[in-house]
């Protein structure tokens, strides 16, 4: 029960963040993307007076071709503009997360690895990376109990890597892994926090 808390007590906190960032970030976002739009009008407008001064007719045909890719257009550089400020709020939460609080997203998360060894500790090995080696160590042992590896310095990642007995496989608990699960499973709940105030 504890733990359902703790995971309810670590999304909101996800969400709340995410809620402060995004005031800050929608600040900006709706003079760029209005700045966006008055830039494609103006292309478009310039475009138009461009073709009706070389036809009339074909210049009507190119106001409806321009018309209809437009909207097309205008959502692209939309969806890229988001996809930036959503790739931007995961680096700033995770540049700016303690490791106190890295240590206990990493813990929650390593819970299912646990589970899958099920005591089977024999053989394994453990690195560590952009954490204290206390809280790494604490990690493991939280996760995997007594018998859990001492971490060694790993590098090229933030966290943990498990690595099985001759390498038959790897478990990576690690940032870049979270946050690959949010991009997957949680960016849209993440983005409507981000673009709550903007409707």
Do not use: C
């Not at 703790?6 to 760029?32: C, F, G, H, P, W």
């Not at 008055?38 to 292309?43: F, I, N, R």
């Not at 646990?114 to 080696?133: D, E």
């Amino acid at each position: 029960m504890e733990e359902v808390r703790s995971s309810e007590a670590l999304e909101k906190e996800v969400l709340e963040d995410a809620r402060r960032k995004a005031e800050k970030i929608l600040k900006n976002a709706a003079l760029q993307i209005a700045s966006l739009e008055q830039e494609w009008k103006e292309k478009k407008e310039s475009g138009i007076a461009l073709l009706n001064a070389e036809a009339g007719a074909k210049a009507a045909l190119r106001e409806k071709e321009m018309d209809a890719a437009f909207p097309l257009e205008a959502q692209r550089r939309k969806l890229k503009f988001m996809d930036g400020i959503f790739e931007k709020f995961l680096s700033d939460f995770f540049e700016n997360l303690g490791a106190e609080d890295l240590a206990r997203v990493l813990e929650e998360r390593g819970r299912r690895f646990a589970a899958f060894l099920n005591g089977k500790t024999s053989g394994l090995s453990a690195g560590y990376a952009g954490l204290p080696f206390e809280a790494a160590r604490r990690i493991a042992r939280s996760l995997l109990g007594s018998g859990a590896p001492d971490p060694v310095v790993g590098e090229g990642f933030r966290g943990l890597v498990f690595t099985g007995p001759q390498g038959a496989y790897r478990y990576r608990l690690t940032v870049e892994e979270i946050a690959e699960e949010l991009r997957e499973y949680h960016r849209g709940p993440i983005m409507d926090a981000l673009w709550k105030e903007r409707d």
